[in-house]
């Protein structure tokens, strides 16, 4: 795991990011808090999803998601304030132990939401 990244999902304060998804007609986008990203052993991003409905229907057609995360906080290459974007695949689950992980911590989870990186690019 990128240790910068690290950096930006864990710094205060905490920042919204977004999830792209491949809609039908157009990309679909939903956002999150930083401050919800967990990890699993394998090192996936771990999302609470209350509702996220499109989202998931577009991960059942196609399983490639787009995200970009940033921390004004954090310092970047130049400056104070950096970001990511990510781009890998993602499932819902629904139960089991990334499900328990997730509703531990967020109880009003319905889902979580699976990332698996598969590139992380430094944007700023």
Avoid: C
């Amino acid at each position: 795991m990128n240790e910068k990244l690290l950096e930006v999902i864990n710094t205060p304060p905490d920042s919204a990011f977004a999830i792209v998804t491949a809609g039908e007609d157009a990309p679909h986008v939903v956002n999150s808090w930083n401050s919800y990203i967990q990890f699993n052993q394998q090192n996936e991003l771990l999302v609470p999803a209350g509702r996220m409905r499109v989202t998931e229907a577009n991960l059942l057609k196609d399983e490639r998601v787009w995200l970009t995360i940033s921390n004004r906080e954090v310092q970047g290459r130049s400056y104070k304030g950096t970001g990511f974007y990510i781009t890998g695949k993602a499932r819902f689950e629904n139960e089991g132990p990334n499900f328990e992980q997730v509703k531990e911590k967020f109880p009003w989870a319905r889902a979580a939401l699976v990332i698996t990186i598969a590139t992380a690019e430094q944007t700023l």
